[in-house]
């Protein structure tokens, strides 16, 4: 500590203070004046280049340039999966998921079944529209089955959210891999290492316990779909489905192991690092959709031309509140916070993994925004990632969309969406939801620092 304190400056402090008001900025203006993340990050970034003593020209370059580097690198991929999720749904294909996995389980496998749904609809859907989408698919089998609604409906939650926090191509994930460099290939291989055990845990696992708190738990009627799990008379087969959804992450996975285990030079791993590149992947699962899911769904090519333009507009404002979060980060590291945050945790000995988890956490329980807390703390801690191999750069994106989820409460969208649709009160959904959430950011981060301290 005393080493610490000797090295400190003036300006160090006058660096961080800027930081602090930066953020405590953003936070009022997002929680208390309702201001739109867009809005109040944009403000946030230029009370931290001022107050840190940046020329005023300078601030707003470096706010441009981080707003056109990070849409650069991760704006056509949201808007890509934005467009395979919207082929997914409108083709009938997340019906064709739903009824062929439900459709062949019973009993004390729904709840594993729900999980499974939920990961494999949430891949290339944003949480928001996975939400909508499968609420009421949730609503309708505990109605059929007679299982209690948390009983399967906290699986389904737990799938859409982990997929939503670490694995790309999922906004939040994806700006923090931009703004920390890291591979997103190697970044989707992890998660899902990580990701898989704890939707398992606070997920089939958690939900039990989750429907013996809240036992009474009754949606409103008006909610519950009256219909059997059908939907159009055409839709894609279940292999022409999972087929789309999976091209792009094989071909991501593909390309990570082919960095791993081929030689630079090597003519397939040439190939790989290609067609393994998330903007060619996602660019290849759109394409391959647009035939696999669109023929059989009987969808012409003015259909599918509308439906990948109408994708675009629900997606807009995550693009710019992420491109908004790439502006503070680049005033961050323009100012020179980064390099202060850097010594003091090379100094203090301080986990990259750890803090990244805790400035996440710390913006997330302020913000009650998954995705501000994410670009947030990616900035934050960004120049950390310089120092860290590929593996460890990758787990501390991990680590930062983790710390994003920590407890949803009441100034959380999703805790309103989820109270409504499942009939709770504010308490339940704190004992049920909130809950859940706090047990994926607390299992991940258990497992992030082992694999950390591995790898």
């Keep these: 500590m005393s080493t610490l304190a000797a090295g400190w400056t003036g300006h160090d402090t006058r660096l961080i203070g800027a930081t602090v008001l930066a953020i405590a900025v953003i936070v009022v203006l997002i929680s208390r004046v309702k201001l739109h993340p867009l809005l109040a990050l944009t403000l946030g970034s230029g009370v931290l280049g001022l107050v840190a003593g940046m020329p005023v020209d300078q601030v707003l370059k470096s706010f441009e340039n981080g707003v056109g580097t990070t849409i650069a690198s991760v704006g056509v991929l949201i808007a890509f999966g934005a467009m395979l999720g919207k082929l997914l749904a409108d083709s009938g294909g997340a019906d064709r998921i739903v009824d062929t996995v439900l459709g062949r389980v019973r009993g004390r496998?729904?709840?594993?079944?729900?999980?499974?749904?939920?990961?494999?609809?949430?891949?290339?859907?944003?949480?928001?529209?996975?939400?909508?989408?499968?609420?009421?698919?949730?609503?309708?089998?505990?109605?059929?089955?007679?299982?209690?609604?948390?009983?399967?409906?906290?699986?389904?939650?737990?799938?859409?959210?982990?997929?939503?926090?670490?694995i790309p191509p999922h906004p939040g994930p994806l700006a923090a891999a931009g703004a920390l460099n890291a591979n997103v290939g190697l970044t989707l291989a992890l998660g899902l290492l990580v990701g898989l055990p704890t939707v398992v845990v606070a997920g089939?696992?958690?939900?039990?316990?989750?429907?013996?708190?809240?036992?009474?738990?009754?949606?409103?009627?008006?909610?519950?779909?009256?219909?059997?799990?059908?939907?159009?008379?055409?839709?894609?087969?279940?292999?022409a489905t999972l087929s789309t959804v999976l091209l792009p992450v094989v071909l991501m996975l593909a390309k990570a192991l082919a960095d791993i285990l081929a030689d630079q030079g090597n003519g397939v791993r040439r190939v790989l690092?290609?067609?393994?590149?998330?903007?060619?992947?996602?660019?290849?699962?759109?394409?391959?959709?647009?035939?696999?899911?669109?023929?059989?769904?009987?969808?012409?090519?003015?259909?599918l031309t509308a439906i990948v333009g109408e994708s675009l507009g629900p997606i807009a404002g995550i693009m710019l509140i992420v491109a908004a979060g790439?502006?503070?980060?680049?005033?961050?590291?323009?100012?020179?916070?980064?390099?202060?945050?850097?010594?003091?945790?090379?100094?203090?000995?301080?986990?990259?993994?750890?803090?990244?988890?805790?400035?996440?956490?710390?913006?997330?329980?302020?913000?009650?925004?998954?995705?501000?807390?994410?670009?947030?703390?990616?900035?934050?801690?960004?120049?950390?990632?310089?120092?860290?191999?590929?593996?460890?750069?990758?787990?501390?994106?991990?680590?930062?969309?983790?710390?994003?989820?920590?407890?949803?409460?009441?100034?959380?969208?999703?805790?309103?969406?989820?109270?409504?649709?499942?009939?709770?009160?504010?308490?339940?959904?704190l004992k049920t939801w909130s809950a859940m959430e706090t047990i994926i950011s607390v299992v991940a981060i258990a497992l992030i620092l082992p694999l950390g301290a591995l790898l």
Aim: charged share 10%; aromatic share 6%.
């Design 109 to 166: 496998g729904l709840p594993w079944a729900m999980a499974l749904v939920a990961v494999l609809i949430g891949l290339p859907m944003f949480f928001e529209i996975g939400l909508v989408m499968l609420i009421p698919v949730v609503l309708l089998v505990a109605k059929r089955s007679g299982k209690p609604v948390l009983l399967l409906g906290v699986p389904a939650l737990a799938g859409l959210s982990v997929l939503h926090g670490l």
């Design 204 to 239: 089939p696992l958690f939900g039990r316990l989750a429907a013996k708190l809240v036992p009474g738990a009754a949606p409103p009627e008006r909610l519950v779909p009256d219909s059997e799990l059908t939907g159009a008379e055409h839709r894609p087969s279940f292999a």
């Design 273 to 303: 690092d290609f067609v393994g590149d998330p903007l060619v992947a996602l660019l290849l699962a759109v394409l391959a959709g647009m035939v696999l899911l669109g023929r059989p769904a009987r969808l012409n090519r003015a259909r």
């Design 326 to 429: 790439g502006g503070f980060k680049q005033t961050l590291v323009d100012a020179g916070v980064g390099g202060v945050i850097t010594s003091l945790a090379t100094g203090a000995h301080f986990s990259p993994l750890l803090l990244g988890w805790l400035v996440a956490v710390a913006i997330r329980l302020a913000t009650g925004s998954a995705t501000v807390a994410t670009v947030s703390a990616a900035g934050i801690v960004a120049p950390l990632a310089a120092t860290l191999d590929p593996a460890h750069n990758a787990l501390l994106v991990l680590a930062v969309g983790a710390g994003s989820l920590f407890f949803s409460h009441v100034n959380d969208a999703g805790f309103w969406l989820v109270k409504e649709y499942f009939g709770l009160s504010v308490g339940q959904t």
